[in-house]
């Protein structure tokens, strides 16, 4: 099937989006240059759809994903796959803030680092990043698996609920209410066999898990000053 | 939610132009007003002045009235000034005049005069232009694309805790110190505690925009002895809120993140040219060779860039 030549530029987003719409739901590989980090390209992409984009996106990228693939080359600005469910999106290089916001389902990969809030009120999928993942990553994760390969932030997993924040490397401070535990080795197999595919599994790694502490689960406004941070 | 911005040229250029693009590529983040402040050629003496009068129909008194102002402080103007104005009921200008005796004092007195007419910039370099509308808007009116200078600030307001006037759009200038200007994203949650201790100290607020508090609030530290890089650290932890602002003066500009990285910053860095944005296509507008952009996206962040071989105090 012939490629699609997707030229961004100063275009009408929503015009554009509209022309990699009928490349992917036609079947076609889609290829988009001249992206400029412009926001909102991608979005709602439907399952077995093929995109890559050249250079850097802005905010928004790969939102409601549905099952595509999506490539970006190089840096994608704040909330990549926002509320994906399904599919991959493959990050070059650095992903901004709130990579994987709400996040239900599917993989994001980032071979940088990511910024602050990774993975934030995520419901399910993972988020795999080779760097590190910045402040406060994993705020409130419902469910899902982050799993950084290069070290964590200030304020880790912070008032998480049920999702998990996987960390090799050093983690500069955790958040309130978490427990860090060390993962069952079927536990590891399970996060090997997402890094698998990804080229990515080191049976070196000494990895260290963080859980919600559930104390939060039950909180009272009376004992609120134990919660204070700052 | 507002869109900042900034530029420094290895060398002076069009700065002007630079910054409209900066601002027209983040026009999402606020369409309530534009602005910029721009650092155009350094004076040994005089200042120039930016400001903005409240009715159009008072013109020629406004100007008479401010004019008998200066020569009681000991200055003049030093041409006639340039009137912008339109439709709209309010007028800007500019004018260059001779340094008064005090220039706080100057100051002081100018202010009795802020019912009917606004000093919204004074320095040996520094214009800070600003008016409701966009980026483009703003820059056609005030033929800001033209304007050269060596680094400059630019601002989109989303007005949220202030009204949307064109004396409330940013940038501000840190009343009376000159060539002091800010832009800032976010809100400053203990606003009026600060500005009330301001105010005891004899500071004065012409609006009620919490991003001039800052401007201010910055440069009383720093004439109590803190260098920049001191009091924008200081900041963090005195000021609540979420913010990214930046500050500049006549050597640079400085940036200060709040403690919970809510308002991001994107550098590209090339070749002794800097653009400092609130997103990435913004940078990418002005620098369109491939270049890598620094996210400086987490909590409780500083940076100082200086102009040229110039050196911000740290």
């Known amino acids: ?230 | 939610m507002c869109g900042i911005a900034g530029r420094i040229l290895s060398a002076p250029g069009v700065i002007g132009n630079d910054l409209v693009e900066l601002m027209d590529a983040q026009e999402h983040r606020g369409a309530d007003s534009t602005g910029f402040a721009i650092y155009g050629p350094q004076r040994d003496y005089g200042y120039v002045l930016r400001g903005m009068g409240f009715d159009k129909s008072q013109l020629d008194q406004d100007m008479r009235d401010f004019e008998n102002l200066l020569h009681d402080n000991g200055s003049g103007l030093m041409s006639d000034p340039t009137i912008i104005r339109n439709e709209e009921r309010h007028y800007c200008f500019r004018m260059e005049i001779e340094d008064p005796d005090d220039l706080a004092g100057w100051v002081q007195d100018a202010d009795t005069l802020s019912d009917r007419i606004e000093v919204q910039s004074c320095g040996r370099s520094l214009e800070i232009i600003k008016d409701t509308g966009s980026a483009a808007a703003v820059a056609d009116k005030h033929h800001v694309r033209d304007m050269v200078g060596t680094h400059g600030l630019g601002h989109a307001r989303l007005a949220t805790e202030s009204s949307v006037l064109p004396n409330a759009s940013h940038p501000f200038w840190a009343r009376p110190f000159s060539d002091v200007a800010i832009v800032h994203n976010g809100q400053i949650t203990d606003y009026f505690t600060w500005r009330e201790k301001l105010e005891r100290q004899g500071y004065r607020f012409l609006t009620g925009n919490d991003s001039e508090l800052i401007a201010v609030w910055v440069s009383d530290q720093m004439k109590a002895g803190l260098g920049l890089e001191q009091a924008l650290r200081k900041s963090i932890t005195s000021i609540d809120g979420v913010f990214t602002y930046m500050i500049a003066n006549a050597d640079g500009i400085g940036f200060a993140k709040d403690r919970f990285a809510m308002k991001p910053l994107v550098v590209i860095e090339r070749g002794g040219d800097i653009a400092m944005a609130t997103e990435e296509q913004a940078v990418r507008r002005v620098v369109t060779e491939e270049a890598d952009v620094i996210n400086h996206d987490g909590p409780s962040l500083i940076g100082l860039w200086g102009v040229g071989n110039r050196r911000l105090a740290a």
């Open chain 1, 1 to 230: 099937m012939s490629e699609v030549v997707v030229d961004v530029g100063q275009r009408y987003i929503k015009e554009v989006n509209i022309e990699i719409m009928e490349a992917a739901n036609a079947g076609k590989p889609i290829r988009v240059v001249n992206t400029l980090s412009r926001h909102n390209l991608g979005i709602g992409l439907p399952d077995g759809a093929q995109i890559s984009f050249e250079g850097s996106v802005g905010y928004y990228c790969g939102g409601l994903n549905t099952g595509a693939t999506i490539e970006i080359e190089r840096n994608c600005g704040w909330a990549l796959g926002e509320g994906m469910s399904k599919g991959l999106i493959t990050v070059g290089e650095r992903a901004g803030m709130s990579c994987g916001a709400a996040m239900i389902g599917g993989t994001i990969h980032v071979k940088g680092d990511a910024g602050p809030r990774c993975g934030v009120a995520m419901k399910g999928g993972n988020i795999v990043v080779e760097g590190k993942i910045g402040y406060q990553s994993g705020f409130m994760a419902h469910a899902g698996r982050i799993i950084a390969l290069g070290g964590a932030g200030e304020s880790c997993a912070d008032a998480l609920w049920e999702g998990e924040v996987w960390v090799a490397g050093d983690v500069d401070s955790l958040g309130v209410d978490v427990n860090v535990v060390e993962p069952a080795a079927e536990e590891v197999a399970e996060v090997d066999a997402i890094l698998k595919p990804l080229g990515l599994v080191d049976s070196s790694r000494n990895w260290r898990k963080m859980i919600s502490g559930q104390r939060l689960w039950y909180f009272e406004s009376r004992d609120a000053s134990a919660w204070l941070m700052i």
